[in-house]
């Protein structure tokens, strides 16, 4: 069984005291607060859907790849939001999690809409970011949302995809392997630039890390953690003693404790190398035959191949480009992209503002 998230818009305001897009301002000797923010800060409920696998105006907001703040556009038109764990993200369980290939994922988001609203889905927009906007325009190649009225890719093109795949196995070897907690993954993702947004990284790691398994250990092996090796010493029967005991006990709660608090990468994404390709390749060409109105959201326009440029230049599709942001677009300027989906599903006359919000 596959186990998805559906998640419905709690409110159409962040959480008191949190501000979207701001940056932390921290003052003097203060430090920063790098706790995880769990998903019911944004959402009012979550659900476990259940699909079987082989081997204002009603109008829903389809995220195949989890928005950290998707809830703030809910605050300009009206709509719902449902955002669904791909395999290896969050809370979704498969057979074979290292199953990444574009056609499985693209299958995954088709069987979870036909779950959630049977023969007859209302109109659907869908926005994936990065690998999760390539899926996007899988699936909506493959027609898997009849009802599909719009497509929204963020920061994602085949060119520029294609060339970093071959630098991608040295990034995921420069990643940390693992984590003491939590925290400490939320304070990396922030202060190595993967995300520019504090409370986005507070929201968003803990569905790309896990709690490490307990593993199974024999006699003589050894356990890293932290980069500290803690080895199991032969018990001399003859010497034991008090202060012999109370060392051991004070090492094995140590190593209890250190292997229960370690957190690693849900997924490892060095194994499915094979599927890179799969993800990227010919992707602005099926991005370009959609029929739906699309928009690209990018850092940079630096990032548009020569297909897509052709495209943008014939009208094939709305651009907009969001500078003084990394990749995590939607991370690190959540109301500007919440601004510019609005615009463009109110602007397609998919939805409307909602009543007395100022634009």
């Known amino acids: 069984m596959e186990k998805q998230l559906h998640l419905n818009l709690l409110s159409n305001r962040p959480p008191a005291g949190l501000q979207a897009g701001s940056k932390m301002r921290m003052g003097p000797g203060r430090k920063r607060d790098f706790s995880p923010l769990g998903w019911s800060c944004y959402f009012q409920t979550v659900e476990d859907v259940e699909v079987e696998t082989s081997s204002g105006k009603d109008i829903s907001l389809l ?3 989890l928005l950290g703040r998707s ?3 809910c605050g300009r038109i009206n ?3 449902v955002a669904m764990d791909l395999r290896g993200h969050g809370d979704t369980k498969v057979q074979n999690s290292e199953d990444l290939s574009a056609e499985t994922m693209a299958s995954d988001i088709r069987k979870v809409v036909e779950v959630l609203y ?4 209302p109109p659907i927009l869908m926005i994936g970011h990065s690998m999760g906007g390539a899926i996007a325009v899988h699936a909506a190649a493959a027609n898997h949302i009849p009802s599909l009225l719009g497509l929204c890719v963020i920061d994602v093109v085949e060119g520029t995809a294609m060339d970093a795949l071959n630098s991608m196995q040295s990034f995921l070897r420069s990643r940390p392997k693992t984590f003491k907690s939590l925290e400490n993954a939320i304070e990396w993702s922030v202060k190595s630039g993967q995300i520019r947004n504090v409370e986005s990284a507070r929201v968003s790691m803990g569905g790309q890390v896990k709690k490490r398994e307990k593993p199974a250990r024999g006699v003589g092996e050894s356990n890293t953690i932290g980069g500290e090796i803690l080895e199991e010493e ?3 029967e003859e010497q034991e003693g008090e202060e012999r005991s ?35 390749k010919g992707l602005s060409a099926l991005f370009l035959s959609c029929t739906s109105p699309k928009l690209l959201l990018l850092a940079g326009v630096d990032r ?8 943008q230049m014939q009208g094939k599709f709305q651009l907009q480009v969001l500078p003084q942001c990394g990749h995590a677009v939607h991370e690190d300027a959540p109301d500007k992209v919440a601004d510019a989906i609005a615009s463009f599903m109110v ?13």
């Open 118 to 121: 049977g023969e007859a889905p």
């Open 79 to 81: 709509c719902r939001v």
């Open 347 to 359: 602007r397609h006359k998919f939805t409307d503002f909602k009543e007395g919000f100022l634009w």
């Open 304 to 311: 548009l191949d020569k297909d897509l440029t052709i495209g």
């Open 71 to 73: 809830a703030v556009i």
């Open 246 to 280: 109370n060392r051991k006990r004070m090492r094995e709660e140590e190593q209890e404790r250190q292997s229960s608090s370690v957190f690693e990468w849900r997924v490892d994404l060095s194994r499915t190398e094979r599927f890179w390709t799969g993800w990227f």
């Open 63 to 65: 995220l195949p790849f």
């Open 234 to 236: 032969e018990e001399d």
